[in-house]
């Protein structure tokens, strides 16, 4: 057990020597996910979700995390979320863990970068449990863009604006879509082509069934808006997909940015989108310990930045900077999740970075699924890893762009092949 013990710090500590022999290896100390669950993403301002706090969307998931991990929850020593647009998520999360049946000895945090959150939540649990600081913890994912904006309330201060790059991180992200559409020649048509691909994927997958094992309902009530009344409804399903999609109808629909350019529609951004999703992770030697199913193992995620006025292209810089770290290829990569906060980044991403489009995205992106902003990092690891099972593939990057010009990146590996 020792000289494991060592074998392990050894490759903690020496990741750029590995490539994929090195992250498939099995060692005690590897941060392995044991359950990888989401709500339905539902339609902002108008699904299933519209009428639902924030608080009860998180407290739905982790009570649905107590019943599906089938854990005492007082093991769960740390619970941290991401969230963007709710500067009371620390509030709510806290309350709703205790509420959900987690003992007050449960700590509980959130986290804010932007669209990577979600990720950026799982990241910093796995560097507890790395430490030592904790055992087992609890990343989550969660947005309510129905019931509030993620909007300044006022411009930076005069000096910080003096700043061009620093100004620059106040536009708006359609326009910084326009500018990536616009300085990389990515055409209305290349977007919408993209777009109609994406739901494709999305409605191929939502009719065989694929996301049935990611998803777990929502019990709650949706207020009709003619005669005001709410009624109770049970939620199953992705409101996203829009069947039957296709680049005609696509290319019909008007610029949605038109004061900045002409290329990014509604039909080819991410939709505005309410959701949650949850990451339970520990080490592996805890999981055998607890019994505890292993879906796959956090191998590490990175994060680096961009000029802001072209935000969307992140995951160009911040994917190679990962793989390297880890001494792989693209041509390494099984599956891919590319947050598509639009078309024109999407694309740009797609050929820089020399990616085979099977690859990425196979159930549809954010622009058929949605883009729940607090909840999408993690939302891309519980479709991710599905994915993986169904195909049987191992190797699963994640990545997203970030608000204010920054990607982040996450490495996988699926251990049900």
């Known amino acids: 057990m020792a000289s494991e013990r060592l074998a392990s710090i050894f490759n903690h500590l020496s990741p750029t020597k590995g490539g994929l022999s ?14 990888a669950i989401r709500t339905p993403l539902t339609k902002g301002g108008k699904g299933g979700l519209k009428d639902t706090s924030l608080d009860y969307i998180i407290y739905s998931l982790l009570k649905q995390v107590i019943a599906k991990s089938r854990l005492d929850p007082q093991v769960i020593e740390d619970i941290c979320m991401g969230n963007v647009n709710d500067g009371k998520g620390a509030y709510y999360l806290r309350a709703a863990a205790i509420a959900a049946g987690f003992p007050n ?70 326009q910084t879509s326009e500018n990536v559409g616009n300085d990389f020649e990515i055409t209305r048509e290349m977007q919408d082509r993209y777009a109609a691909e994406s739901y494709r994927r999305a409605e191929v997958a939502q009719k065989a069934g694929w996301f049935d094992d990611e998803i777990v309902p929502i019990t709650t009530k949706v207020k009709d808006p ?41 039909g080819n951004s991410s939709q505005v989108t309410d959701g949650a999703a949850a990451i339970l992770l520990m080490r592996r030697s805890r999981a055998q310990e607890l019994n505890q199913p292993i879906l796959g193992k956090f191998c590490g995620a990175t994060v680096a930045g961009v000029a802001p006025r072209i935000m969307g292209i992140g995951p160009s810089i911040v994917v190679p900077k990962l793989l390297k770290k880890f001494n792989l290829s693209v041509e390494d990569l099984d599956i891919i999740e590319l947050n598509e906060a639009f078309a024109s980044m999407a694309v ?57 010009g920054q990607g982040m990146a996450g490495l996988f590996v699926n251990e049900h092949v």
């Open 348 to 404: 740009y991403c797609l050929n820089v970075l020399g990616l085979d489009h099977l690859k990425v995205n196979p159930r549809g992106g954010a622009i058929a699924l949605g883009h729940p902003l607090g909840a999408t990092g993690a939302r891309q690891i519980v479709t991710g890893l599905s994915e993986a099972r169904r195909q049987k593939k191992k190797i699963l990057l994640t990545t997203m762009c970030i608000g204010t």
């Open 226 to 266: 003619r005669p005001g009344d709410l009624k109770v409804v049970t939620l199953t399903k992705d409101e996203g997909p829009r069947y039957g999609t296709t680049f005609e109808s696509l290319s019909k629909i008007r610029p949605a940015f038109s004061q900045y350019g002409d290329r990014s529609t509604g």
């Open 22 to 35: 090195h992250i498939t290896q099995k060692n005690p100390d590897d941060i392995v996910i044991t359950l």
């Open 105 to 174: 000895t449960t700590a509980a945090s959130t986290v804010n970068r932007f669209c990577s959150s979600g990720l950026k939540a799982v990241q910093d649990i796995a560097n507890q449990i790395s430490n030592g600081s904790i055992d087992i913890g609890l990343a989550m994912g969660a947005e309510s863009m129905s019931t509030v904006a993620d909007r300044l309330d006022r411009p930076f201060h005069e000096e910080i604006m003096k700043t061009q790059e620093a100004a620059d991180c106040l536009q708006p992200m359609g």
